[in-house]
């Protein structure tokens, strides 16, 4: 079989997403199967003049709209590149975000399209406070869920929790597949290391969605109570200013590291001692999987994937969203105990080689590959049982 990969952002932009699916290339190039990359370059912009319809609503009356007529835009540019760039056909085609999906099946219509949905862009827009709940970028947004269900020959979700929250936005929620993320293990291993104050560690954007301004603030109460620790802040973003100057007014600017972007930061996570990131929401948290597998311990937020991939106590510590109170004590814990935090570090990491490796990943993914593998290809409603 020939399979293309169609991702949005190209492969070397910060992600999980784009992190990983070119590993998943690799893995299945080196087992015999043809399998290509194909992305939409950040040049591209305002390339693409092709007519955009849906089958399931009418997009126009959100014309005028800022954010929806550069979503549709960006439509427009998947198709001009897509007709440039590609010549041949496919016998599947793997997209990894809805433009892509639909871009795909508009050109391929005979051609099966399986779609992977790994965030909600409409909720990090609301998290980040760049449009409101309900409001006509959320409808818009949210509308295009049934577009998916109608028009792409499967739908995967990355989490069980994501899959119950696009089951508000289609008709029938049990054709969406899940398949949680996987990662190599050659990419991520732990580094036997001895440090004498706690290091944390965080890997993001640095948006509000995040709730990065939860773990500042938790910082500083926990050097009030004179525990010492060094905060390091791998990402970027609109939200770098306001955070350090959160840093200064709650006295940790001086042992917090803020290092900008770095493309592998999973060179550096291993000589850490606690993983930690209090989102707002996640359709899945890749890093938390990236850091289980580099031993170390997690703290995370009781929300999306994070809670499916912790369980409180055992493999890591949840706490409420905003709660800068509750996440001081969870740091607290992990600090004055080494043990607790090693036990924690331990579970995490042995959920993360059974559950979350890239072979579990090609497995499953083999499998739905191999469905649409016949002449007649199965309805939508057999391939949707792929969990």
């Not at 897509?82 to 793997?94: E, M, N, Q, V, W």
């Not at 600017?253 to 707002?280: K, N």
Request: hydrophobic letters at 40%; one cysteine or more.
């Amino acid at each position: 079989m020939n399979i293309l990969q169609a991702l949005f952002f190209p492969p070397e932009q910060p992600g999980g997403v784009s992190s990983m699916v070119p590993y998943i290339l690799e893995r299945f190039n080196k087992k015999g199967w043809e399998m290509e990359l194909f992305s939409l370059p950040k040049r591209i912009r305002g390339k693409g003049t092709e007519d955009v319809s849906f089958a399931t609503f009418d997009w126009r009356k959100y014309a005028g709209n800022p954010i929806i007529d550069k979503y549709i835009q960006t439509y427009k540019d998947y198709v001009w590149w897509t007709k440039l760039r590609i010549s041949k056909k496919f016998d599947i085609i793997h997209a990894h975000h809805p433009i892509a999906a639909l871009v795909m099946k508009q050109i391929y219509p005979d051609t099966p399209v399986i779609l992977t949905i790994h965030s909600s862009f409409e909720r990090e827009l609301i998290l980040n406070g760049r449009i409101v709940e309900n409001g006509v970028e959320h409808q818009f947004l949210t509308q295009i869920y049934g577009e998916l269900e109608a028009k792409v020959d499967q739908i995967i979700t990355v989490s069980n929790s994501f899959k119950q929250y696009m089951a508000e936005y289609v008709q029938d929620s049990e054709r969406i597949g899940v398949i949680p993320n996987g990662f190599d293990e050659k990419r991520f291993r732990p580094i036997s290391h001895e440090n004498q104050v706690t290091q944390f560690i965080t890997v993001c954007r640095l948006v509000p969605a995040k709730g990065l301004d939860t773990l500042l603030i938790a910082c500083g109460e926990l050097k009030k109570r004179g525990h010492p620790f060094v905060l390091h802040i791998i990402g970027d973003g609109p939200s770098r200013e306001e955070l350090e100057k959160l840093a200064i007014e709650h006295n940790i600017y001086e042992d917090t590291i803020f290092y900008g972007y770095m493309l592998h930061p999973e060179e550096f996570m291993p000589f850490f001692d606690v993983f930690v990131l209090p989102s707002r929401a996640e359709a899945f948290g890749s890093v938390f999987a990236e850091a289980a597998l580099c031993w170390l311990a997690l703290i995370g937020t009781n929300v999306g994937g994070i809670a499916e991939q912790i369980e409180h106590g055992h493999n890591g510590l949840l706490v409420p969203v905003g709660d800068a109170m509750a996440l001081s004590h969870a740091l607290e814990k992990v600090v004055i105990d080494p043990s607790f935090r090693y036990n924690l570090a331990r579970a995490a990491w042995e959920k993360a080689k059974k559950t979350y490796s890239l072979n579990r990943v090609l497995r499953q993914l083999k499998s739905v590959y191999e469905r649409y593998q016949v002449t007649e290809q199965p309805g939508k409603e057999e391939a949707g049982q792929q969990e």
